[in-house]
């Protein structure tokens, strides 16, 4: 049975939008990134991934197919919480991330460190 729980309210800074939502189920997690992840949000990303890492798990997926934006520090979070992952021996994967944000993590060459799949397989 998988529940959901929302992280983080809906955050609104001006015209950008973003939210963090979790579906939990008993062997995997995902959390989904909704919006821009812009450097007022960051934080809230590498909290999140780094309690789920410290949470019983064994797959950590991170949805980012309703991405649009993401900077720097928004990256940051992504590998914080891929190394309390691999610490912990949890997979942690990113999941159908758009055109523009796989084209920022090919920049930073972040898709040759964090395992990015297409779709979400069970």
Same mark, same amino acid.
């Given at each position: 049975?998988?529940?959901?729980?929302?992280?983080?309210?809906?955050?609104?800074?001006?015209?950008?939008?973003? #939210?963090?939502?979790?579906?939990?189920?008993?062997?995997?997690?995902?959390? #989904?990134?909704?919006?821009?992840?812009?450097?007022?949000?960051?934080? #809230?990303?590498?909290?999140?991934?780094?309690?789920?890492?410290?949470?019983?798990?064994?797959?950590?997926?991170?949805?980012?197919?309703?991405?649009?934006?993401?900077?720097?520090?928004?990256?940051?979070?992504?590998?914080?919480?891929?190394?309390?992952?691999?610490?912990?021996?949890?997979?942690?994967?990113?999941?159908?991330?758009?055109? #523009?944000?796989?084209?920022?993590?090919?920049?930073?060459?972040?898709?040759?460190?964090?395992?990015?799949?297409?779709?979400?397989?069970?």
């Amino acid at each position: 049975m998988e529940s959901l729980r929302l992280d983080a309210e809906l955050t609104v800074i001006g015209n950008i939008k973003f #939210q963090i939502r979790e579906h939990v189920s008993a062997t995997r997690t995902r959390v #989904q990134l909704i919006g821009s992840c812009t450097m007022e949000v960051a934080d #809230q990303v590498r909290a999140c991934l780094e309690r789920v890492a410290a949470e019983p798990t064994r797959s950590l997926d991170v949805d980012l197919s309703e991405l649009d934006f993401i900077e720097s520090r928004g990256l940051g979070g992504l590998v914080a919480g891929f190394v309390r992952c691999r610490r912990r021996g949890i997979d942690m994967r990113l999941i159908a991330p758009r055109p #523009q944000i796989r084209r920022i993590l090919a920049i930073t060459r972040l898709d040759q460190i964090l395992p990015i799949h297409d779709a979400e397989s069970t």
